[in-house]
């Protein structure tokens, strides 16, 4: 064999073994990523997206879905690129579980962070914070600790202010209230709350607060997370007015259960391309550290036991000690809710 003939073999023979290399590279490069379904605002959790991929390498595509997920998931079938799903909702992560369009995640990290009753027992979805459903006070008055099945009481006629019963953070509440009390005085309750009304159930959680500011009402149901964002808006802003005219109660239920919360969660998509980096991503999100910056972003408790709430939650709010009923059995009295609130005509 020649010189020539010698050196054009070794040629190819390197080409080959470079192409060899870049066809198992691929896998890595594909496993490198994840694609993230959200129904959270994605400026609100890209500060630990970027995190995450500081630390892991690992790049998040994040796909926000405001409404329609379950039925976009389905859509897509065995072809979705969605790894990770995340709802802002108790019930919608159930609805994804119930459909099928969710798979078991077996990670001790995981189970070690997050308490029992804020996870699926098989493991299908992981609650990440929590918001607790609180009641804001007009702040010149004074109030008894009081509990939800207090606001039917007639010492608060025309003093309730609070948006649609219709409303998930609504029904969430009166699902809670059938498991704890039952159908009669739920629906008892409910007339009673809708008698009580200083306006027709309507708005958002903040406007519970610009009307106690406006001497419309007195106190009224709202999220705990919607103070800290009011109170850490700017000075001479509404929000910062609404948000100092306020004091938070945390009620509890009449059976000594602590006080109702919802939770943002997330789950794996069944047909994750990328799965593990998916449960490497849903253990970040249980890690102490992501624990204190979704409480400092998003105003919400976090689900870790010995993470503190954010220094405005802390303060107007208070330590939680959540109801511990299982969310799952709350989830399913959702549409029972919903026909009562419509039977008592409560936004009407």
């Known amino acids: 064999m020649n010189r020539v003939s010698s050196k054009k073999i070794l040629q190819r023979a390197a080409r080959m073994l470079t192409v060899s290399a870049s066809l198992l590279a691929l896998p890595a490069l594909a496993a490198g990523q994840l694609t993230l379904y959200t129904t959270r605002e994605?400026?609100?959790?890209?500060?630990?997206?970027?995190?995450?991929?500081?630390?892991?390498?690992?790049?998040?595509?994040?796909?926000?879905?405001?409404?329609?997920?379950?039925e976009r998931v389905k859509a897509e079938g065995a072809r979705s690129p969605a790894d990770m799903l995340m709802t802002v909702d108790?019930?919608?992560?159930?609805?994804?579980?119930?459909?099928?369009?969710?798979q078991p995640v077996q990670s001790k990290v995981v189970n070690a962070a997050i308490p029992a009753h804020l996870r699926d027992a098989d493991n299908q979805w992981f609650a990440l914070s929590l918001r607790a459903r609180v009641l804001y006070a007009d702040k010149g008055q004074q109030f008894p600790a009081l509990r939800y099945e207090d606001l039917a009481d007639p010492r608060f006629k025309r003093k309730i202010c609070i948006r649609s019963g219709q409303h998930p953070y609504n029904t969430a509440l009166v699902a809670a209230m059938l498991?704890?009390?039952?159908?009669?005085?739920?629906?008892?309750?409910?007339?009673g709350v809708k008698a009580n009304l200083a306006r027709k159930a309507a708005g958002g959680d903040?406007?519970?607060?610009?009307?106690?500011?406006?001497?419309?009402?007195?106190?009224?149901?709202?999220?705990?997370?919607?103070?800290?964002?009011?109170?850490?808006?700017?000075?001479?802003?509404?929000?910062?007015?609404?948000?100092?005219?306020?004091?938070?109660?945390?009620?509890?239920?009449?059976?000594?259960?602590?006080?109702?919360?919802?939770?943002?969660?997330?789950?794996i998509a069944r047909n994750a391309p990328?799965?593990?980096?998916?449960?490497?991503?849903?253990?970040?999100?249980?890690?102490?550290?992501?624990?204190?910056?979704?409480?400092?972003?998003?105003?919400?408790?976090?689900?870790?036991?010995?993470?503190?709430?954010?220094?405005?939650?802390?303060?107007?709010?208070?330590?939680?000690?959540?109801?511990?009923?299982?969310?799952?059995?709350?989830?399913?009295?959702?549409?029972?809710?919903?026909?009562?609130i419509d039977k008592v005509g409560f936004d009407r």
């Open 179 to 191: 498991v704890h009390d039952g159908e009669a005085k739920t629906e008892a309750w409910l007339r």
């Open 206 to 267: 903040r406007d519970v607060a610009r009307d106690i500011l406006g001497g419309i009402c007195d106190i009224g149901l709202a999220n705990s997370y919607y103070v800290g964002q009011m109170k850490a808006a700017a000075p001479g802003t509404d929000n910062r007015k609404w948000g100092d005219a306020i004091q938070v109660i945390r009620p509890t239920f009449a059976n000594g259960k602590g006080t109702h919360v919802n939770v943002s969660g997330a789950a």
């Open 274 to 340: 990328n799965k593990a980096q998916a449960i490497k991503l849903l253990e970040f999100l249980v890690s102490p550290q992501a624990q204190q910056m979704y409480a400092q972003a998003n105003y919400e408790y976090p689900v870790r036991k010995g993470v503190a709430a954010d220094p405005i939650i802390a303060q107007s709010v208070g330590s939680l000690t959540p109801d511990t009923t299982s969310l799952v059995e709350i989830a399913k009295q959702r549409q029972r809710a919903s026909l009562l």
């Open 90 to 102: 108790m019930g919608a992560l159930l609805d994804l579980v119930q459909a099928g369009l969710t």
């Open 42 to 70: 994605p400026g609100l959790i890209q500060p630990l997206l970027a995190k995450f991929t500081q630390q892991s390498g690992v790049k998040v595509n994040t796909v926000f879905v405001k409404d329609g997920l379950l």
